[in-house]
């Protein structure tokens, strides 16, 4: 067996993973960083009593939405995270 490439093997395989997860938190920052100013806004916009029931109904879409895609990347991380157990 030749033990430099199965430690080569190895070492390039840990840092794939590495990259893995770097890019996965990397990413899910930065969409949860502009998801969470879109939710926000659109909570303040609830939150207005002059804004008539369609607007209103629309806003509720996208925060329904905003939540889902949230919900997804939390699911995708735990993913990752039991992943790399």
């Given at each position: 067996?030749?033990?430099?490439?199965?430690?080569?093997?190895s070492?390039?395989?840990g840092?794939?993973?590495?990259?893995?997860?770097?890019?996965?938190?990397?990413?899910?920052?930065?969409?949860?960083?502009q998801?969470?100013?879109?939710?926000?806004?659109?909570?303040?916009?609830?939150?207005?009593?002059?804004?008539?029931?369609?607007?209103?109904?629309?806003?509720e879409?996208i925060?329904e939405?905003?939540?889902s895609?949230?919900a997804?990347?939390?699911?995708?991380?735990?993913?990752?995270?039991?992943?790399?157990?």
């Open positions: 067996m030749n033990y430099k490439s199965f430690f080569k093997d070492s390039v395989a840092e794939s993973d590495i990259l893995k997860s770097a890019f996965f938190a990397d990413i899910s920052h930065e969409v949860r960083t998801l969470n100013g879109i939710l926000g806004l659109a909570q303040l916009i609830l939150k207005s009593k002059e804004i008539d029931s369609d607007i209103r109904n629309n806003v879409m925060v939405s905003g939540n895609i949230h997804l990347f939390d699911n995708i991380m735990a993913y990752r995270h039991n992943e790399n157990r």
